[in-house]
């Protein structure tokens, strides 16, 4: 089975920086697609951002749009999610996912969560005011 594997969170204050990365097998970096989710303190899941195999092709949430970054590096098996100014609504769990197919439709395909086979675990970002 495919293992995802999320770091970087932490505590940090509104308007800090932080980068979140996710390593996983090479079969799958070569060939998937990839996400970022959050589960807020409240329990909803949120998307975040997508990417295509390749990294020529990425989808943002209007929410972090302009303030966050997706990007990934197939050499070395890593996904990243780079958060700029910091928000107390960023605050939540962020979990890394990846799908079977090598992009999805950037109309809506990113952002839905069963498009994904498979999950990491998860890493808290706290944002304080």
């Known amino acids: 089975q495919v293992q995802l594997l999320e770091s970087g969170g932490r505590l940090v204050h509104a308007g800090d920086s932080l980068t979140l990365s996710c390593i996983g097998p090479?079969?799958?970096?070569?060939?998937?697609?990839m996400g970022w989710f959050r589960r807020t303190p409240e329990k909803r899941r949120e998307f975040v951002a997508g990417?295509?195999?390749?990294?020529?092709?990425?989808v943002l949430s209007d929410s972090v749009e302009g303030r966050f970054t997706i990007s990934r590096d197939n050499a070395e098996n890593i996904l990243y999610l780079q958060m700029n100014s910091l928000k107390s609504e960023d605050t939540g769990v962020y979990y890394c996912?990846?799908?079977?197919?090598?992009?999805?439709?950037?109309?809506?395909?990113?952002?839905?969560?069963?498009?994904?086979?498979?999950w990491g675990q998860g890493t808290q970002v706290t944002v304080s005011s």
């Open positions: 090479g079969r799958t970096f070569n060939s998937a697609a």
């Open positions: 996912a990846a799908a079977a197919l090598r992009q999805l439709h950037s109309a809506g395909g990113y952002s839905i969560p069963n498009n994904y086979q498979y």
């Open positions: 990417i295509n195999w390749n990294g020529d092709s990425t």
